[in-house]
């Protein structure tokens, strides 16, 4: 797969815009005569400026999604002809749940290119497993559609290399469903820190803790029967994934393997490291030290089942100096700690409520109070905006390539059992004793 090698952007610009998606990479500038405006693409859409969407994907967060969407269907003029799963009855429910719900019934098609073959089609939302995400929507930007991908954007850096580059070059829209930047209070932040309210950031943190049941752990549960279901297509959804034979766990509890997910990195701290990202506009990070083990559920599990992140971020003119940020995922201990991002001045502090700025001594000395919030429902309404009116994007695929960054580092770091740096020459994961100079490389993504 061929990725770019420019693809550096102004992270205040975009961050500044809500997330918007740059036009300021050397990318976008060699093909800007070439790209498709919002607005003559959203010209191409059905009847009455409808979108229609197809579905690929029917499991449980495609699910949620779908719950979503139905009741905004009218509001937001959006229609769901075609929903796609390689497991017919999983597809069969997204038809009788529309139906009950005075839908009309969506055609079912078990191969995604089916579904962008339709020329009425203008967006597809993808819920399918991580290792699917880059061609899904790689396939999808070839076919002219608008693209929501849930997170993370993909599983390795080199696919969102590439699709960073060809969503700049097609200019169409597409959302990474880190859901959580429809809450604006982190672009407030961004604000806050860039006006000097806490000085120079030198260090944030923020967690992702649960506790699961001590029997089963992280993504496991119980498998009725083992045997491979008559109409399932494993080889389709194994995919770009390795072949191999027929696996009850790796197709049901598939964020335990490797091939398939990066586990707490990716389904989690994903959703986390974005909101530091963007509120202190940053990029890539200068290094990153991936923790932890397999703890408590030594099952056959590839990923470990306690996690912690660790990334060094070099200096963001009027942000930071230079910083650290830490992540935490503990699946056995739900026990929290403060979202934070400290300064030389000052440390913001994030609530439900929005956030508040104190001193060492703890004494408030500014607060936000939030408008959005984090929400499926939002972070659609958002792209659809996008697609008819060229509405910046919430989670657009700049934002999605810099937390890929950071979480596939990590991964990378534990395999490896060492810290690793990012080479922004070649763009490419190295050994951190090598920053200096960059050269060997670790693993292309």
């Not at 078990?110 to 020329?119: F, G, H, T």
Request: hydrophobic share 40%; charged share 25%; with cysteine.
């Amino acid at each position: 797969m061929k990725t770019t090698g420019r693809t550096s952007i102004s992270r205040r610009t975009f961050l500044k815009t809500t997330g918007a998606a740059a036009a300021t990479t050397a990318v976008a500038a060699a093909t800007a005569s070439t790209a498709m405006t919002a607005r003559s693409y959203a010209q191409t859409l059905g009847a009455n400026d409808r979108i229609n969407m197809a579905i690929v994907g029917c499991g449980g967060m495609a699910g949620h999604h779908f719950s979503k969407l139905l009741p905004m269907r009218q509001a937001e003029n959006i229609a769901i002809p075609i929903v796609c799963d390689i497991y017919k009855p999983r597809a069969e429910w997204f038809q009788s749940t529309a139906k009950e719900a005075g839908a009309d019934e969506p055609k079912i098609v078990k191969d995604y290119r089916e579904a962008l073959a339709v020329k009425d089609i203008d967006s597809v939302l993808f819920c399918t497993p991580e290792h699917w995400h880059g061609k899904n929507v790689l396939d999808a930007l070839d076919a002219g559609k608008h693209v929501y991908v849930e997170k993370p954007m993909t599983l390795t850096i080199p696919e969102s290399l590439a699709i960073v580059e060809k969503t700049n070059k097609t200019g169409l829209k597409v959302q990474v469903g880190v859901q959580g930047m429809s809450d604006e209070s982190y672009i407030r932040a961004y604000d806050a820190i860039q006006a000097g309210k806490i000085g120079r950031v030198v260090h944030a943190q923020i967690e992702y803790c649960r506790n699961h049941d001590v029997k089963e752990g992280p993504w496991r549960g119980p498998i009725s029967d083992p045997a491979q279901p008559a109409d399932l297509d494993w080889d389709m959804w194994l995919g770009p994934a390795p072949k191999r034979d027929w696996q009850a766990e790796r197709y049901y509890h598939w964020r335990c393997y490797k091939d398939y997910s990066g586990g707490i990195g990716s389904d989690l701290f994903v959703h986390r490291i974005t909101r530091i990202i963007k509120a202190c506009g940053l990029g890539f990070p200068r290094t990153v030290a991936g923790q932890g083990g397999i703890y408590i559920w030594d099952d056959g599990r590839e990923l470990p089942d306690n996690f912690q992140l660790a990334a060094d971020y070099p200096a963001v003119k009027g942000m930071t100096s230079g910083m650290t940020m830490h992540v935490l995922g503990t699946m056995a201990n739900a026990f929290r700690y403060d979202h934070a991002i400290r300064g030389e001045k000052g440390t913001i502090l994030f609530d439900a409520a929005g956030w508040q700025i104190v001193d060492d001594n703890g004494r408030r000395l500014d607060a936000y109070t939030k408008v959005g919030k984090e929400d499926v429902g939002l972070h659609h309404k958002n792209h659809f905006d996008a697609i008819r009116k060229g509405t910046e994007l919430n989670c657009p695929v700049e934002l999605g390539l810099y937390g890929v960054a950071a979480v596939r580092m990590a991964n990378l770091s534990w395999f490896q059992k060492r810290l690793l740096a990012w080479d922004d020459q070649t763009k490419k994961v190295v050994p951190a004793d090598q920053l200096e100079p960059l050269s060997q490389a670790v693993e292309h993504g």
